[in-house]
């Protein structure tokens, strides 16, 4: 089946400090990614859309100066977790189709921990 | 809200007895999708239903499609412990993907 990696699993920063999370399809393409964050026994709270070639969509409530999102080619998203605090702390997690509407193929997840 | 309601939200049952999660929608769906994410892993793609009506069954677990597409759902029966894990159903809304709130299956041997 379709394999979507992501990178780091786990990343421990300090407050302040920006963190990049990778996201690869590494066997088929990607033309929309999407991200979510998940709290402890929560479900999955879609945080934007990744678009190829263009600008992401972020769901309400999602600061998109904060969480930038960049989908450089087909096989690659990245969230980047700019100016982190503590709060920002949780499991961030992306899935990704190879065509509209498919099934959604997810990474193994990040752990973030903003110290 | 984005997400679509699910109940019950946690269900405990000891092994070999039935489970049974339902999806709740306000509005029409196109089509609705199933996961199961075992504790500590991530999401995993169970089935799609498309079809007014639509019933597909995979071994012991069986998922319906409401008639008017607004409601599904997913029985397992005679639990077993592998069948641990929490639930969801999930649904495309424009170019987006949203997640059901969740059931947590806490299965007792």
């Known amino acids: 089946g379709a394999v979507v990696s992501q990178h780091p699993s786990r990343v421990i920063c300090k407050s302040g400090t920006s963190v990049k999370i990778e996201c690869r399809s590494l066997?088929?393409?990607?033309?929309?990614m999407f991200w979510y964050r998940q709290f402890p026994k929560q479900s999955l709270m879609l945080m934007a859309t990744s678009n190829e070639g263009s600008k992401a969509t972020y769901e309400q409530g999602v600061e998109k100066d904060k969480f930038l999102i960049n989908h450089a080619s087909l096989t690659l998203s990245t969230l980047t977790v700019t100016s982190a605090h503590p709060e920002d702390s949780s499991f961030y997690i992306c899935?990704?189709?190879?065509?509209?509407?498919?099934?959604?193929?997810f990474g193994p997840g990040t752990r973030l921990t903003v110290t | 809200g984005q997400q679509v309601m699910q109940i019950p939200q946690y269900q405990h049952v000891q092994e070999g007895e039935d489970f049974t999660t339902y999806c709740n929608s306000s509005?029409?769906?196109?089509?609705i999708q199933w996961y199961k994410q075992r504790p500590g892993g991530h999401p995993v793609f169970l089935i799609q239903l498309v079809k007014s009506g639509e019933v597909k069954k995979q071994k012991r677990l069986t998922f319906q499609f409401g008639e008017a597409k607004k409601n599904s759902s997913l029985h397992i029966t005679a639990t077993q412990t592998t069948d641990v894990g929490t639930y969801f159903c999930?649904?495309?809304?424009?170019?987006?993907?949203?997640f059901g709130t969740g059931t947590s299956l806490t299965v007792i041997p």
């Open positions: 509005t029409t769906l196109s089509n």
């Open positions: 999930a649904l495309h809304r424009g170019n987006q993907f949203y």
């Open positions: 066997d088929f393409q990607a033309t929309t």
């Open positions: 899935s990704a189709s190879s065509f509209q509407g498919g099934e959604q193929y």
